[in-house]
């Protein structure tokens, strides 16, 4: 491995970590029950959702080969499956690279 490899994995790892332990450090003063938490928290969905859509509609790489049918069915399945798991993010996850996996082989 390179070192300019070892560099960046350094960089992005510190500072992932620094924008963490400064996030944790700046919460204890902020109750979840204010307007700015919830603010943040709606950005935050939002800002999820817009990638979700992108990634969906505009896709890159190998998903690009996937029809736009594909994704959508995959998507509203993953959906029913995190309502049935109780909203739990680990199976719908699993779910959908298995079910576009096995979708994408065989249409």
Avoid: D, H
Avoid at 15 to 33: C, D, M, N, P, Y
Avoid at 55 to 69: D, K, Q, R, S
Avoid at 86 to 93: E, I, L, R
């Amino acid at each position: 491995m390179s070192v300019s490899v070892v560099y960046a994995i350094l960089v992005t790892s510190l500072a992932t970590f620094l924008s963490r332990f400064l996030g944790a450090v700046s919460s204890q003063g902020i109750k979840e029950t204010s307007k700015i938490f919830k603010w943040f928290n709606c950005l935050a969905y939002a800002t999820l959702a817009a990638l979700i859509a992108r990634t969906i509609i505009f896709p890159v790489g190998v998903l690009n080969e996937a029809g736009y049918l594909l994704r959508l069915t995959v998507v509203i399945l993953s959906l029913a499956v995190f309502f049935v798991s109780k909203k739990n993010y680990v199976y719908p996850t699993i779910f959908s690279a298995v079910c576009m996996a096995v979708l994408a082989s065989y249409f």
